[in-house]
C-alpha cells in the first residue's frame, strides 16, 4: 500500500460528519504529518503555505471556503467530531459517532507514524512559535 493509500484509508475510518460549510473561522495555523503536506503541495504546486501569527486565517481558507479539502490533513477532519472542549462544533453540526480524545489522539499518532513521525505546520517557525504566540495571546488566559 502507497502512503497515499495508507493516509486515505486511515481517513476513511473517521466517523461521517455533514458539515454545513459555516466553521469558517476555526480555519487556523495547523500542523500536519509530512506527508499530508506533500499531497497539499501536489495539489497546489506551491511549497507549503505559512502565515506569520496566529491571528491569520488558514492560507488554503479562501472565500470561507478549504481549497484543498480533498486533501485537508487530519486535524481538519477531526474538527467536529471529537468529543472533547473545543473540537466540537460550535454550529451544531455532530457527527454519526464521537471520538473520545483518546480514540483522536491515537489517529493522530497513526497519520504520523505514516509520516516517519515527521509533523510540520503552517505556522513561520515551526510549533515552537505556535506555542510562544498561544501563551502570550488572551486564549491562553
Ligand atoms: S486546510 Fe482547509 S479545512 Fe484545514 S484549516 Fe485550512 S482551510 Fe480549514
Redesign the pocket.
Known sequence: MTIEERLEALYAELPHLECKGL??D?????SMGLHEARR?ERITGEPLALMATLAE??????AE?????DV??L??RL?GIVDAPGLRCDHGCAPERWLSHTEALTYVRRSLAISGGKEVT?IRGGLAEADRQYRSSPHAR
Request: glycine share 4%; proline share 8%; charged share 10%.
Open positions: 466553521c469558517a476555526s480555519c487556523g495555523a495547523i497539499i486565517n488558514c492560507p488554503y481558507l479562501e471556503r478549504c481549497t484543498v479539502y485537508r490533513p486535524v481538519c474538527w503552517t
